[in-house]
Every structure is written in structure tokens, then in C-alpha cells.
């Protein structure tokens, strides 16, 4: 039996009114906000969140990576291998990238259910995130959200089995973005729901529940696709289903989020569910994934209760020009601080455990987790003054207290005065770093703290992520 074995979500905390966005322009809008990745986040540094969260819960390693997006910063460098690192997998692990469809996420998880079914791998990660910018003035900006969710695919202790699949795909273009297009494009809105989006779904669902002898009625909740409140609404009842079977597609709170929609509602569906419910889940775009899944176990069986709820009651609202100044909508004074130095692909490649997962070493004598500066070979313990005596020691997935900060007024940073901090790890090592998501009206000494991947700069194509801490919240 095949299906999902944990569930992470990750949700930025930042937050952006559609009304403060329609007083800028002096046009309607509607209710609620939408999520809002940070000044150092991106589809990356969200979908290694999301990852973490879900490995958190899941008692195997992934011997596979399927990440999805729309997004991705890199047009030829594999995403799916970066997260990889991040989150510590086996390098014989198989990664791949889907994007190009918002279908991605569901493509992706189609594609670790027939691996993992056929035996090639024995469990697989499937992570979908997106980061997707509509043009200023436009409906779009109001409506399209930041956020990434992961789900571990696998053939035992099943938090729900795929009882059932259907899919189709429709080569009809509704939603677009050219090579080079920084903005999202759209046909007319009610051609595409006409021709487009509800011949495509309901043909695929009402297919699915024909193959597998199911009604309307049969399912505890629905989760699927749409572009925004208006159409979710009117597909649910052309399929049939009634109010209390419909999954919050959470529009109003976090926007839509692109690859990352639907998982995240299944996510929260998931939560909710109980043994022995079924759930209709179907996603869209160049045609449908549709997929029926029995629950088996409750999540919070797992750890994993209350994570979409709690993540979006947890947030702090920004306003219109700081959400322009973070996704460089419009041209600022430049800064008179020296820039970041350009990253070297021969030392981060030399540096790359320290990097991308953030290995330190750990004395065999003595036992005592250091950290020492990058580029720096461990040779003598600063505690037992033990000579080449080291093991590797992960500190990425390690909690700790800010043991002192300072505040720089002065520092290159989109979102000042920067904050630096010593970090005292909860089993030994101490670790010199920035702090983000927080300011320094709640900064204090001894707050827990937890590692995040995080942008760090970006030159000559080149990405530079590295880890940040964050207060634990």
C-alpha cells in the first residue's frame, strides 16, 4: 500500500493587505492578505523549510527529491539537488525538478508514488514551492501568495493511501509566463473558466469517482484547485459537494500559492480528517491530477497537528513599499556600504557540508560539538586541545539560546538595521550569525532559537544561501 507518510508546510510570516494594495493604486480589492516571502527568502530557502518540517515527523530517509515550482531562481541548475544538501540527504539520493505547470506539485507526486510502487526507491520526498509575482496595479498582485509544502511518499505507517488516480492533460493556455517574463500573464476570465478550467476538472474528477465506484457523498472533504475564491466556489457545486465538504482554499490568508495550492490544503484537510475518512484531491493546470485518498492514521498521531493553522495565525504585516523594495519592483538609492563579496564556486564547493547543511565537527574524546570559521581545518579541540581527532557534526537541524547580539545600523541589508548573534546550540557549539524574522523590539538574550536556510546575496548568477537563526516561536 502506497501513500502519504508525513507532511510539512512552510508558510512565510510576513504579510501583505489587498486593501493597503488597492489605496496605493486607488482601485478595489478584496478581503484579506496574501503571504509575503521575506527579504531572504525565496522558492528555495521555503521549500528546504518545508522539507525540514516534514522530515521532522518521517522515521525513514528519502531516497528520493521531487521538487516543484514555477519560480525556481535557476533556468538550468537543478533545484531539487540544493535542497538535497540542505536538508543532509545521501548523494545517491534521485533528485529531479518539475516546473513549467502549476500541475508541477501533483506531477511530482505522481511520479514518487509510481517510484516508489515500482521499487526504484524505497521512499521519496516530493516538495512543491512557489514564489510568483504579479505585475503592479494588477489583479494578480493582490491575489498570488508565497509558500511551499512537502509530503513524504512511502509504503508503510501511512498517514493516507492513494486508493485511486485519474489524469489528463489539455494543451489550453490560461496562465503564462514567456522566457524572460517577470510578471504572470492571463487570458479572459470567464473564456478560461468556460473552456478551460471546469470542463477540465469536472471531466477528470467525475472520471476518477466513476472508476472507483465513489459519489459525491462518499468523501469527507474536497480539496481542489482554483484560481481564486469566485471559481473554487462555482466548481464546488457543479460538482456536487456541499459547504461542509469543501476544503478552505485559505485565498483570504495566504493567498494563492501556485504548485504549493492544493498540497497545502490537502495538508490542512489532513489535519482535520480522521480514520477511515476519504478525500477527493485534484489539481490543475495543462489539465488535472486527480487522486482519492483513504486516512488512515490522524496526523497528530505524528507531530503533525495544527502546523497550517498555527503557521498562518503566526505573522507580521508589511507594508506596500517594503513588499516593492524586497521583490525589486521599482529603483532605489543604492547603498554606500560595500556590497557582499561575490561568491566563489571553488570555495563554496571546498566548504559545501559547512554550507549547505551547516557541518561542524565533533571531538571523539572528548565529545564537545565547535564550529570553527569557513575555510578553517579542524585540527586541535578547543576543549580537550585533543589533535586530529574529529567526526562530522550537524548543526542545521539543532535548536539553541542567543547567548549576546548587536545591532548594525549600517549593515547592507533589506530589511535594517541588521542583527547579529552568538548562538549557543543545545548540546555544545557556539555559532556567530545574522538573525532574521525578528526585529529588535523582541530580540532578547536567551530566546530559543532554530537554524534557517536563507538568501544571503545574489551576484553574477549566482545565488549565495547560507543559514541565518531565527527565534522559535
Known amino acids: 500500500m502506497i501513500g502519504i507518510t508525513s507532511v510539512g508546510v512552510y508558510?512565510?510570516?510576513?504579510?501583505?493587505?489587498?486593501?493597503?494594495?488597492?489605496?496605493?493604486?486607488?482601485?478595489?480589492?478584496?478581503?484579506?492578505?496574501?503571504?509575503v516571502a521575506g527579504y531572504d527568502e525565496d522558492v528555495v530557502t521555503m521549500a528546504?523549510?518545508?522539507?525540514?518540517?516534514?522530515?521532522?515527523?518521517?522515521?525513514?530517509?528519502?531516497?528520493?527529491?521531487?521538487?516543484?515550482?514555477?519560480?525556481?531562481?535557476?533556468?538550468?541548475k537543478q533545484i531539487a539537488a540544493i535542497i538535497a544538501g540542505a536538508i543532509d540527504l545521501d548523494e545517491e539520493c534521485h533528485t529531479a525538478d518539475f516546473s513549467n505547470s502549476l500541475r508541477a506539485g501533483t506531477s511530482a507526486m505522481k511520479s514518487a508514488i509510481d517510484a516508489v510502487k515500482g521499487g526504484s526507491v524505497e521512499n521519496a520526498l516530493v516538495v512543491a514551492s512557489d514564489c510568483r509575482i504579479g505585475a503592479p496595479k494588477g489583479i494578480f498582485e493582490q491575489t498570488l501568495g508565497d509558500g511551499a509544502v512537502a509530503l513524504s511518499i512511502g509504503s508503510g505507517d501511512l498517514i493516507a493511501s492513494i486508493e485511486g488516480s485519474y489524469s489528463i492533460c489539455s494543451d489550453f493556455t490560461d496562465l503564462w509566463r514567456?522566457?524572460?517574463?517577470?510578471?504572470?500573464?492571463?487570458?479572459?476570465?470567464?473564456?478560461?473558466?468556460?473552456?478551460?478550467?471546469?470542463?477540465?476538472?469536472?471531466?477528470?474528477?467525475?472520471?476518477?469517482?466513476?472508476?472507483?465506484?465513489?459519489?459525491p457523498a462518499d468523501f469527507y472533504?474536497?480539496?481542489?484547485?482554483?484560481?481564486?475564491?469566485?471559481?473554487?466556489?462555482?466548481?464546488?457545486?457543479?460538482?456536487?459537494?456541499?459547504?461542509?465538504?469543501?476544503?478552505?482554499?485559505?485565498?483570504?490568508?495566504?493567498?494563492?500559492?501556485?504548485?504549493?495550492?492544493?498540497?497545502?490544503?490537502?495538508?490542512a484537510a489532513l489535519e482535520e480528517a480522521k480514520p477511515g475518512d476519504r478525500i477527493l484531491f485534484a489539481n490543475y493546470g495543462d489539465g488535472c491530477d486527480a487522486f482519492i485518498l483513504r486516512v488512515m492514521q490522524k496526523t497528530s498521531q505524528i507531530g503533525t497537528a495544527s502546523i497550517v493553522a498555527d503557521q498562518i495565525a503566526r505573522k507580521v504585516n508589511i507594508d506596500y513599499g517594503r513588499y516593492l523594495y524586497w521583490r525589486d519592483l521599482l529603483p532605489t538609492e543604492a547603498s554606500s556600504r560595500p556590497d557582499r563579496?561575490?561568491?566563489?564556486?571553488?570555495?563554496?564547493?571546498?566548504?559545501?557540508?559547512?554550507?549547505?547543511?551547516?557541518?561542524?565537527?565533533?571531538?571523539?574524546?572528548?565529545?564537545?560539538?565547535?564550529?570553527?570559521?569557513l575555510g578553517q581545518v579542524a585540527r586541535?579541540?578547543?576543549?580537550?586541545?585533543?589533535?586530529?581527532?574529529?567526526?562530522?557534526?550537524?548543526?542545521?537541524?539543532?535548536?539553541?539560546?542567543?547567548?549576546?547580539?548587536?545591532?548594525?545600523?549600517?549593515?547592507?541589508?533589506?530589511n535594517p538595521p541588521g542583527i547579529n548573534g552568538v548562538v549557543d546550540f543545545n548540546g555544545g557549539g557556539r555559532f556567530i550569525c545574522e538573525?532574521?524574522?525578528?526585529?529588535?523590539?523582541n530580540v532578547k538574550i536567551g530566546m530559543p532559537v532554530e537554524m534557517t536556510f536563507r538568501k544571503m546575496s545574489q551576484d553574477k548568477g549566482i545565488v549565495n544561501y547560507f543559514w541565518k537563526a531565527k527565534p522559535i516561536v
Open 341 to 373: 563579496p561575490a561568491a566563489s564556486l571553488a570555495a563554496r564547493w571546498r566548504e559545501r557540508k559547512t554550507i549547505s547543511a551547516l557541518y561542524g565537527y565533533k571531538c571523539r574524546r572528548c565529545g564537545t560539538p565547535q564550529l570553527h570559521p
Open 435 to 441: 538573525l532574521t524574522d525578528c526585529s529588535i523590539d
Open 48 to 76: 528546504v523549510g518545508a522539507a525540514m518540517d516534514c522530515m521532522k515527523k518521517s522515521k525513514t530517509m528519502p531516497k528520493g527529491l521531487y521538487f516543484a515550482s514555477t519560480s525556481a531562481p535557476y533556468t538550468e
Open 221 to 267: 472533504k474536497a480539496v481542489f484547485y482554483a484560481h481564486d475564491d469566485r471559481t473554487h466556489a462555482n466548481m464546488a457545486k457543479k460538482l456536487g459537494f456541499v459547504n461542509a465538504q469543501i476544503q478552505n482554499p485559505m485565498f483570504a490568508k495566504i493567498g494563492n500559492t501556485g504548485t504549493a495550492s492544493t498540497l497545502i490544503m490537502l495538508a
Open 11 to 35: 508558510i512565510p510570516l510576513y504579510r501583505l493587505s489587498r486593501q493597503d494594495i488597492g489605496k496605493i493604486w486607488g482601485i478595489g480589492s478584496g478581503q484579506g492578505e496574501k503571504a
Open 380 to 414: 586541535v579541540c578547543i576543549m580537550c586541545q585533543a589533535k586530529d581527532d574529529f567526526e562530522y557534526y550537524r548543526f542545521s537541524d539543532k535548536t539553541g539560546k542567543l547567548f549576546t547580539y548587536a545591532v548594525d545600523q549600517l549593515q547592507p541589508t533589506r
Open 178 to 215: 514567456f522566457s524572460g517574463d517577470a510578471f504572470v500573464r492571463s487570458g479572459e476570465a470567464r473564456f478560461l473558466d468556460e473552456a478551460g478550467y471546469i470542463p477540465t476538472m469536472q471531466e477528470s474528477i467525475s472520471k476518477l469517482m466513476k472508476k472507483c465506484s465513489f459519489e
